[in-house]
């Protein structure tokens, strides 16, 4: 599959008739939120786990270089928690451009904290996309972010964001922890989170 999406999300749902509809997000959705949301609520998705295995040609990478960011691989079992955002479906005219590297818009089954469900869309990168990278050792993982960098900025700067965003949700990720941990003790923390 061609690493643009757009055309691919566009032709993917009929939002005919609908005013809103939630969007999950678990990467720099959660603490980049350049679009307009109607409601934003902390939510989880089962069967799902965060991994840093899309490469970023387009936003924190170049096509010689590219960074490293989040996408979701199907883990039975596991829980990835993130941020919902209810919003109108105009919004995605936005989205699918800035998600338009590899990722694809699916339907997913939210869990609120207050244990309320509801049916939403994810952006997920499969490894199918001309721009999955797939699974490295953390410390690869970590030097590759280190040295990346891209029109929106240092690839160093969106895990470090990601990482402090997590926090903030009370969400474990031992994944993006690790990375951060191995870029921290390599001395590439020295990036400004603006």
Not at 30 to 52: H, N
Not at 93 to 106: A, P, Q, T, W
Not at 133 to 138: E, N, T, W, Y
Request: proline share 5%; charged share 20%.
């Amino acid at each position: 599959m061609s690493a643009n999406t757009i055309e691919h999300n566009r032709n993917r749902y009929n939002f005919a008739g609908v005013e809103s509809i939630w969007l999950f997000g678990y990467g720099s959705l959660i603490y980049k939120v350049d679009f307009p949301f109607l409601e934003q609520r902390p939510a989880s998705i089962r069967g799902w786990e965060r991994r840093f295995w899309q490469g970023s040609h387009d936003h924190r990478g170049t096509p010689e270089a590219p960074g490293r960011v989040v996408t979701l691989v199907e883990t039975p079992g596991a829980v990835c928690k993130g941020m919902a955002f209810r919003v109108s479906p105009n919004v995605f005219e936005h989205l699918d451009v800035r998600e338009k590297n590899g990722y694809l818009r699916f339907s997913t089954t939210l869990t609120f904290e207050d244990g309320s469900h509801a049916e939403g869309l994810v952006y997920i990168a499969t490894e199918d996309n001309e721009a999955f990278l797939g699974h490295a050792p953390d410390a690869d993982i970590a030097r590759q972010i280190a040295v990346a960098s891209g029109p929106s900025g240092a690839n160093s700067e969106y895990l470090l964001r990601l990482a402090e965003s997590l926090r903030a949700l009370g969400a474990d990720c031992p994944h993006t922890f690790a990375i951060e941990s191995h870029l921290r003790s390599a001395g590439g923390s020295d990036t400004s989170t603006g």
